[in-house]
């Protein structure tokens, strides 16, 4: 069955990186675009980054554009978030999503993973 | 595209049928999806392209519309679909409405 399993959540001062992970398995991962979702403690969904299948798109929301950068290594069925310049607001849980359809362009979320944990405080 | 719902929360009983409503700032066509997330767990698919029902997704959970206006119904809400409910537009990268939570009444 498809699994998506994050990594790499944890403590980080404002202004500090962290890199997300998140290892596919159960499906063919070079077949899928890839995302990352995130929600703030008690608030609502917001999408953050898209990779194509084979990594030669990507995508972001204007709240972490020219922050974040998502990647893929579709040999080690993974997909990254590196996230650079942390604010306080970037607290979340950042969840690692499947588009529901192969070599899609854009597509609804059909597998979510459940989640890893971002505090940003001083 | 922004995405707006109501209500932000609706309180039912078991049994009533419910409507969730989801207003685009534009049209997404048909590219419309509902999630379902309980507390503490990653949301989950419920209908695509508007008003398709996701694989294994019960049939009381329906969804319609078409331009800016959308809805989500329940025809006789069950103790497990208490829960928070988000739609979301596909048609230009991904939105998500602020979402509407279904509690006991």
């Known amino acids: 069955q498809v699994q998506l399993v994050e990594s790499g959540g944890g403590v980080v001062q404002p202004g500090g990186s962290l890199r997300l992970s998140c290892a596919a398995s159960?499906?063919?991962?070079?077949?899928?675009?890839m995302h990352w979702v995130r929600q703030a403690p008690g608030k609502g969904l917001e999408w953050v980054a898209f990779?194509?299948?084979?990594?030669?798109?990507?995508e972001y929301g204007d709240s972490v554009k020219g922050r974040f950068t998502i990647s893929r290594d579709n040999s080690k069925n993974t997909v990254y978030l590196q996230m650079n310049s942390l604010r306080v607001e970037d607290a979340a849980v950042y969840h690692c999503?499947?588009?529901?359809?192969?070599?899609?362009?854009?597509?609804?979320?059909?597998?979510w993973g459940q989640g890893t944990l971002l505090t940003v405080s001083s | 595209i922004q995405m707006t719902q109501s209500p932000s929360t609706l309180s039912a009983s078991v049994g009533d049928k419910v409507t969730i409503t989801c207003r685009a700032s534009?049209?997404?066509?048909?590219?419309l999806a509902w999630y379902q997330q309980k507390p503490g767990k990653a949301p989950k698919l419920l209908i695509y392209?508007?008003?398709t029902l996701e694989s294994g997704v019960p049939s009381r959970f329906s969804g319609s519309g078409s331009g800016t206006e959308f809805s989500l119904t329940i025809s006789s809400l069950q103790p497990d679909d208490f829960a928070v409910y988000y739609c979301?537009?596909?048609?230009?990268?991904?939105?998500f409405g602020q979402g509407t939570k279904v509690e006991i009444k």
């Open positions: 159960g499906f063919t991962f070079s077949r899928y675009g």
């Open positions: 979301q537009q596909y048609n230009s990268y991904w939105t």
């Open positions: 392209k508007a008003s």
């Open positions: 990779i194509r299948y084979d990594g030669s798109n990507k």
């Open positions: 534009l049209s997404p066509s048909s590219w």
């Open positions: 999503v499947r588009d529901q359809g192969t070599y899609s362009a854009f597509d609804a979320f059909d597998h």
